[in-house]
């Protein structure tokens, strides 16, 4: 075979391993870092560490995170992985109400 064949090859191979993962690696950096520069007061979040909380303070690096009813813990920024939604607890329709059946016939 061609010597040529073989650098195309390796050059496409590299590019596979190497570079497409890296490229997705940073934009998944780059999504976590502007959900980490836009919190805000009164977001719900989890950590890298699967805490949820909600922000009660902000400060350049670092945030106090409510993890309970007054349960106040400091986190830096980096921390936050995620801004969650509030959990949507479904609410249950009451039963309709029936009347009792009697059966003597």
């Known amino acids: 075979m061609n010597p040529a064949i073989y650098i195309a090859l390796i050059a496409v191979t590299f590019v596979v391993l190497i570079y497409l993962p890296a490229r997705q690696r940073n934009r ?9 520069a ?3 007061v009164g977001s719900e979040v989890m950590t890298s ?3 949820y909380g909600r ?7 670092e945030i106090d995170l409510e993890v309970a009813p007054g349960v106040v813990t400091t986190w830096t920024r980096l921390a ?5 939604s509030p ?13 009792p059946t009697t059966d003597l016939d």
């Open 80 to 84: 936050v992985r995620e801004v969650r």
């Open 87 to 99: 959990a949507r607890i479904p609410v249950e329709e009451p039963a309709a109400e029936t009347e």
């Open 49 to 51: 560490s699967g805490v």
């Open 55 to 61: 922000v009660v303070a902000l400060w350049q690096d």
């Open 38 to 40: 836009a919190l805000e």
């Open 28 to 36: 998944q950096m780059q999504q976590v870092q502007a959900i980490q």
